[in-house]
């Protein structure tokens, strides 16, 4: 792949919001959909697999970057699943060494990481196009808008399911994270269906549309200050 003449310019905020809002890799992509409904029965193993995807976005997105202006575009794809395969091994062997409760909790769904199609699809899309710098950035706009939506639905999920909110996240992520476990609901026997996967499936319909109905909002707001003179900023 040759380098180009001119790279684009680097709009931050732009990059920022498309990661966290208008182009997240689950409310506006629906990727990534099987591990996010697998883990997420509490709000804590959600946080630590959206940790793991991001470390894996942001240095993805370097290592392309850097590699852009030597890797042919005969062998593009091969080289970023390659990469991203090998970023993955060292989470997953991270994770069994420092964190070992939460890699059993994770189970396969750690070296999965792999063939989530938003990282192999931002190196493609944006890191094989951009700076070192902007490339880190949108993948870790990526990351954490992937790690929003799983804390999100685990924490919804483990409030109606469990009455607790990151229980276990003391063992999980270490202990200096006690801090955030929190029993919102005492004596509370539990609804079942919320932490198993039909329950995934309707909180995250839930989130799904409350998006859809924000985004119209937004939209017919822009729209009316525009009619009415205004900026669509403004």
């Not at 883990?39 to 193993?45: I, Q, R, S």
């Not at 999100?152 to 109606?160: H, N, P």
Request: glycine share 10%; aromatic share 6%; with cysteine.
């Amino acid at each position: 792949m040759s380098e180009p003449d001119k790279l684009p310019a680097t709009n931050w905020p732009r990059i920022a919001r498309d990661g966290i809002w208008d182009n997240n890799v689950v409310m506006s992509q629906t990727l990534a959909l099987c591990p996010l409904l697998a883990v997420t029965g509490t709000a804590t193993n959600g946080l630590g697999l959206g940790l793991a995807t991001a470390f894996v976005l942001v240095l993805s997105g370097l290592l392309v970057a850097v590699l852009r202006g030597i890797i042919t575009p005969q062998v593009r794809i091969p080289v970023f699943v390659l990469i991203i395969a090998v970023l993955v091994t060292l989470v997953d062997l991270g994770m069994n060494a420092w964190m070992h409760d939460l890699h059993k909790v994770l189970g396969l769904f750690i070296p999965l990481i792999v063939t989530n199609c938003a990282i192999l699809g931002r190196a493609e899309s944006f890191a094989s196009r951009n700076a070192p710098l902007p490339a880190m950035f949108d993948g870790l706009m990526m990351g954490l808008g992937f790690t929003l939506v799983l804390v999100a639905l685990g924490a919804v999920r483990e409030v109606i399911g469990s009455g607790t909110l990151f229980a276990n996240a003391s063992m999980l992520l270490g202990e200096s994270l006690h801090w955030l476990e929190v029993t919102l609901i005492p004596d509370y026997r539990g609804f079942l269906l919320m932490i198993l996967p039909p329950g995934g499936f309707i909180a995250m319909g839930c989130l799904l549309a409350g998006k859809r109905l924000l985004d119209r909002r937004l939209a017919a707001r822009r729209q009316a200050k525009v009619a009415g003179g205004l900026p669509a900023g403004a």
